[in-house]
């Protein structure tokens, strides 16, 4: 049986790439589309690292952000 590798939902990097990734799924919240509720979402260190610095403001976003603060 062949072991299943996830891949980031952000860089698409593969698990043997990135290292570590993280697996969730969206919750229903105001901004996130009803159709991605409860599907499986996966973000690598990399990426992780990544969101910090552009919340820390310390790098700029190339796309603005699919849900907006309340």
Same mark, same amino acid.
């Given at each position: 049986m062949k072991a299943r590798t996830f891949r980031c939902s952000f860089c698409g990097r593969s698990q043997n790439e990135? =290292?570590?990734?993280?697996? =969730? &799924? *969206?919750?229903?919240? *105001?901004?996130? *589309?009803?159709q991605m509720v409860g599907k499986s979402a996966f973000i690598c260190a990399l990426c992780v690292r990544r969101c910090n610095r552009i919340i &820390? =403001?310390?790098?700029?976003?190339?796309a603005?952000?699919?849900v907006s603060p309340e």
């Open positions: 990135a =290292g570590q990734i993280v697996a =969730g &799924a *969206p919750q229903a919240a *105001p901004g996130v *589309p009803r &820390a =403001g310390l790098e700029k976003q190339n603005p952000a699919a």
